[in-house]
């Protein structure tokens, strides 16, 4: 349910904005068991995937990730595996909460339709800024979940 609302708030509030920029950003919404309400909005600048066996290629081509995320709790897996690729990502503050992400240097956070367009927006124009969040995201994820933090962790609870 919260990656449906976040695809329903953003396809029915954030994407008519970008529309308005003309700046011909297309969305890619991959996700299993999508359902009509999202394919709803299907359109050449909103593509609904749906499953994809291998997400790497679609990272590698993004050039921003979004998490419009409105409710949710605990690390947010897709925001981790966007950083992991290089993708700087626009985020709600639920999105990126409990995460040690900080906004303006791991991510962009916005809370609203507006801001959240204006953020993407932009994320997608400034190359400075981009690569800015790029190397915050990659630095993020070797910090706090890297393999080797993660045995750092595991070693620390199993010596006690």
């Known amino acids: 349910p919260p990656n449906v609302d976040a695809m329903l708030w953003f396809a ?53 990730a979004i998490a419009p995320l409105r409710y949710g709790a605990g690390v947010k897996g897709k925001v981790n595996l966007a950083m992991q690729f290089g993708v700087p990502v626009v985020a709600t503050s639920c999105s990126i909460e409990g995460m040690n992400l900080a906004d303006g240097r791991d991510v962009l956070k916005a809370d609203s339709p507006r801001e959240f367009a204006d953020a993407v927006l932009r994320l997608y124009g400034d190359e400075a800024l981009w690569m800015k969040l790029r190397q915050g995201g990659i630095d993020n994820i070797a ?15 199993l010596d006690l």
């Open 143 to 157: 910090q706090w979940f890297s393999r080797a933090n993660a045995r750092r962790a595991l070693k620390n609870v």
């Open 12 to 64: 029915g509030e954030v994407l008519p904005l970008l529309r308005q920029s003309q700046a011909g950003i297309r969305t890619t919404v991959i996700g299993s068991d999508v359902p009509d309400s999202v394919r709803h909005f299907a359109a050449e600048d909103f593509v609904v995937a749906g499953f994809v066996p291998d997400v790497e290629p679609l990272y590698n081509a993004a050039r921003i």
